[in-house]
């Protein structure tokens, strides 16, 4: 069975995967930093995101930086 949700809010307490993965989504989200708080914060291991997509690369180094 598959869910469907809003990736930017998404219905699920906090720390409770192990991983959360996206792959080909984000270039498809309008506030993809939002989404990409969300996959944080769901998480309490690993977030993979898998995009082609330039917002990707941005966010990741927009993220890296607040984080050093």
Avoid: W
Wanted: with cysteine.
């Amino acid at each position: 069975n598959f869910l469907v949700f809003d990736a930017c809010y998404l219905p699920f307490k906090n720390n409770i995967f192990d991983v959360v993965l996206s792959r080909q989504v984000i270039e498809h989200v309008k506030d993809f930093e939002l989404m990409f708080k969300e996959m944080v914060r769901t998480s309490n291991n690993k977030v993979i995101i898998e995009t082609v997509h330039h917002k990707g690369e941005r966010m990741l180094k927009k993220n890296k930086k607040k984080s050093e």
